[in-house]
């Protein structure tokens, strides 16, 4: 019998705190989750390794901004193609703002000083931005001095790796969210033989769930080792 | 919040990929009415990118949700009140808050919530002198010094003053950045007069950062007649600097020699003591009692500016409020683990004398050697009252690591270099610059 093939619907899960797996960084969801709702903290610099979740943090950021009733905005920025400053036009009134690896702006002198009169006159106007960087502000290579004590000033959170314990955590909620359940066994197999950072593990649960769902078979053990012989199918 | 809209959103959300939803859709703002919907994007870049790359989908799931009913119009606009764009209308803050005055000022800066101590009590004085006479005292009035020392609270506390003293007065504060901004609108807009007419009417311009004049050429040229205007009919004038105007690469040398007509003050980077000072300050502001060890160790350990001092003190308490736990020296080191560890990377014995021996253009090897010329010797001190300072290292560590001296050498370099410091002007600015090097 020719295998099933499962409908190749991609379901494009927005970015919540709710989808979000915290592990040991509870705290940083706290502040940020604060930060919005009773507009405490007016910078948040939140830094950490790739693939601890950042752009997911800050899209949640924005998801929660909105849900209580404020104007968000949220750009990522791509070191390889950098989009034109007036991107930061007349985003003073916005009331959060979000900007994921804002290190790519280092050393850029006409997006240092874009950013830096934009800081500046979003800060005046009492609203609150968080920044994401995969280093803490001291390391970054920005020139212009006053932007580089202006990044020091808020509160600088950093992303935590996950501990093996937070991994298998992060598995079981993935796999939950995706409505299929993943025993230890598997859970910790995965951990020894794959990439464990969240992106290449929520990538590598994604396609084991289209490969179960083909076989109709659960999750198990001896179904993955099977797996692994045609390493295509994961 | 327009209901149809919602409904797009909900339907827009499982259809765009998360990265375009949260940068490009959600930001619009919808405005109904009875044929049409009004999509508000913040500025032209996204009103661009929305209609090459999103509007048909926009027209389609509005279509389908309006049944028809609405068509969409996408342009610029936000719904709460616009920013002051330009200077006609500097009196509309863009979201009034407590904080804020119309003029730019920021109520929350003021000579009593300023802490003085060495390395800015000139310029405190200087600046009290201006507020209490206005265009008399010292005209202008010119603080500089590096980056997040204190200056931009100085001036907003002049603003600030007056106004206590004279609410009619005219004070308007900006970065040198928004009168450049302000002068290509008004160039565009051919309305320079009235550019002309609104900074040189003012009772007392603040201008901060002036060294990003520097090579705006035109806009040099329309600062340097607002400010003879205003200096003619004795209305004051305060700017700001990073350093000393003179300076200044790309600045013309008659707005030089004009910024240095009144008074030029220096701010320093703070003591240690005055670190300590501004913490339980800050600290006592948001009400948080703040023990005196844990101000002393996190001025120990953050030796820079006020901006890394405040950056700090934020961390610990917002950890103390998580963790729900006590605020002690070490609550403090576990919390600022992090920081401490990176500044402990950035400033170590190596890298101040490598900074040192750049500074006086010697070699690395002298700072070690048995030279006693006074050309490397003053150097090895004040490296060795640096590292002392900057780093944790005890007086037989800092020995060892020049060139294996004893502890005792240090104890002298350190209490002779101090007692320089107070003395000699020279001494006291070369480790000045030193100190703002290495904690950048």
Redesign the interface.
Known sequence: MAEQLPLQFE?????TFHNYYPGSNQ?IV??LQEAIIHRT?QLIFLWGEPGLGKTHLL?AS??LA?EQ?Q??????LNPEAL??V?????????ESVCIDNIDAIAGIDEWE?AF??FF??HR????HLILSASS?P??LTVQL??L???L???????LKALTDNDSLGALTFKADSLGFEISPQVGRFLLTHFARDLPSLWALLDRLDVASLAAKRKLTLPFLKQLLKTPSDV | ?SPIWNNCLAKL???????D???WI??L?AVESENQIRLLA?????LDWVKQHHFKKLEEVIHDFSNGALTLQLE?G?K????P?SFSKPAA???A?N??RPN?L?RAFTFENFVEGKSNQLAKAASIQVSENMGKAYNPLLIYG???LGKTHMMHAIGNAILEKKPSANVIYL?S??FV?DMVKALQQNSINTFKEYYRGVDALLID?IQ?FAGKERSQEEFFHTFNTLLEKKHQVVLTC?KYPKEIVGLEDRLKSRFGWGLPVAVEPPDFETRAAILLKKAHQVNVDLPQEVAFFIAKRIPS?V??L??AL??VI??AQ??GKPITTEFTKEALH??IS??DK?INIDNIQKTVAEYFKIRIADLSSKNRRQSVTRPRQIAMTLARELTSHSYPEIGDAFGGRDHTTVINAVKRVNELKESDIKVSEDYANLLRTLS?
């Open positions: 379901f494009n899960t927005q970015q705290e706290a502040h903290e899209r924005c998801q909105y009733q104007s968000s905005f949220m750009i990522s989009p034109d007036s991107i930061l036009d007349d985003l003073d009134a916005i000083h830096f009169n500046n006159r005046d106007n009492d609203q803490p001291v390391y001095a006053d580089k004590t202006r020091n000033w808020g509160l600088t959170l950093k | 919040m959300e499982n259809e765009i990929s998360a990265a939803f949260s940068t959600r930001p703002q913040p500025n032209r870049f996204v610029i936000s709460q009140s616009a920013p764009k803050p863009v979201v808050t904080k804020s730019n920021n590096g980056s997040g970065h950045e928004k901004q950062d990003f990073d500016n901006r890394d405040e950056g934020r961390r917002a950890n998580f963790t992090d920081l990176l500044q950035l950048h």
